[in-house]
């Protein structure tokens, strides 16, 4: 018993009075191999259906602290996948998908070209000056898709089965971007990264605009969320416009593309716009439609669509306060 008192007396000393001096701030442990994900590990969040939409997710930019278990990176990209799943018409369509996360590490931190630096991170994502339409923008690219593609085979070894790869870039700080299948958008940027998988997956435009390119044209004959016409008998969302459920918000608003007049786009408020939690009812169709065609399932309008599509009404929309173009996106189609 003694002992044991001769002990705790010496562990009390030995614990008081050093601290401030012997505890460096900056000090990290070192972490255990197995507390980490490691690189190119592949971890499916739900795999519902062989013919299903395949998205593999995964970031740029997460250094070796960053791929801890519950660690910043599976938290970001769970957080991304979760709010994918909370926006119409994803909500409720898991059963359509397979989503796999791909862990990637990275040695440093940020996005090439930003600050003028060169980062050596694993998916080499790059900024690029951009003069687009008529003002410089610094817009987000995968510098090479071959790097990115290894990667996701990791999870989907058939390329042509992969549907969408989602980015998450760490330290970029910018919007994002869709480079054909990939939707690029720097982390915590929930919105703007549904917003490019809009083009991405479902081959939608943006609809924003800048009233400054007044003498711009803008052809919309190659998307199915903006069109060159506002009449509503003739436009792509016909159908749409005169079915009872969307007749009094669905219609024909000027404005989309990056230019603000002779193209229109089907509501006032949209993701593809900016801003907005919500794909307006065209972009919502489209998506859907897409998400039946990779699945090679029968696709019907009143059955498929409709019958459990939900919407908000023209009179919640109004005019976002909130409206901020995306500024820096542009979607690259193959
Ligand atoms: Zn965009």
Same mark, same amino acid.
């Given at each position: ?7 705790? *007396? ?31 590990? !592949? $971890? ?8 299903? !939409? #395949?998205?593999?997710?995964m970031g740029d930019g997460f250094v070796r602290n960053d791929l801890q278990i519950n660690g ?29 996360? !791909? ?14 630096? *060169? ?12 003069? &687009?339409? #008529?003002a410089p923008r610094a817009i987000v690219f995968v510098n090479d898709e071959e790097v990115v ?18 980015? !998450? ?9 869709? #480079? ?11 919105? *703007?990264? =549904? ?13 924003? &605009? ?6 711009? #044209?803008?052809?919309?004959?190659? =998307?199915?969320?903006? %069109?060159?016409?506002? %009449? ?9 416009a005169a079915h009872p459920n969307y007749s009094d918000f669905v219609g024909a608003y000027e ?5 603000? @007049? ?22 919502? $169709? ?14 019907? &309008?009143?059955? %498929?669509?409709? @019958?459990?599509?939900? &919407? ?19 979607? *690259?189609?193959?």
């Amino acid at each position: 018993m003694k002992y044991v008192i001769l002990v705790l *007396t010496i562990l009390l000393v030995s614990c008081s009075g050093y601290e401030d001096s012997r505890i460096d701030p900056s000090f990290q442990p070192e972490i255990e191999e197995s507390d980490l994900h490691k690189d190119g590990e !592949v $971890e499916t969040l739900f795999a519902n259906n062989s013919k299903g !939409v #395949n998205i593999v997710i995964m970031g740029d930019g997460f250094v070796r602290n960053d791929l801890q278990i519950n660690g910043a990176y599976e938290q970001e990209v769970k957080e991304q996948i979760d709010f994918l799943f909370t926006i119409p018409p994803f909500k409720g369509r898991e059963q359509f998908f397979n989503v796999h996360i !791909v862990y990637t590490e990275s040695q440093e931190t940020g996005v090439d070209g930003f600050n003028d630096t *060169t980062y050596d991170t694993a998916l080499d994502l790059r900024l690029s000056e951009n003069n &687009f339409f #008529n003002a410089p923008r610094a817009i987000v690219f995968v510098n090479d898709e071959e790097v990115v593609y290894k990667y996701a085979e990791r999870a989907v070894p058939a390329r042509e089965n992969i549907h969408l790869i989602m980015i !998450v870039s760490k330290g970029s700080f910018i919007n994002g971007a869709a #480079n054909g299948i990939m939707a690029i958008a720097s982390e915590n940027n929930l919105e *703007t990264m =549904v917003h490019e998988v809009g083009h991405a997956l479902g081959g939608l435009a943006d609809e924003y &605009f800048f009233e400054e390119n007044r003498d711009e #044209n803008y052809d919309a004959s190659f =998307v199915n969320n903006l %069109d060159n016409t506002n %009449d509503l008998t003739a436009i792509k969302w016909n159908y749409i416009a005169a079915h009872p459920n969307y007749s009094d918000f669905v219609g024909a608003y000027e404005g989309g593309g990056y230019v603000p @007049n002779n193209v229109w786009r089907p509501e006032q408020e949209s993701l593809m716009k900016g801003g907005w939690r919500f794909f307006n009812t065209p972009s919502r $169709e489209q998506i859907v439609k897409r998400i039946h065609e990779i699945n090679e399932l029968p696709y019907s &309008f009143e059955d %498929d669509f409709i @019958n459990n599509d939900e &919407f908000v009404r023209s009179s919640k929309q109004g005019t976002s306060k909130l409206y901020l173009p995306l500024q820096g996106c542009v979607s *690259t189609k193959k």
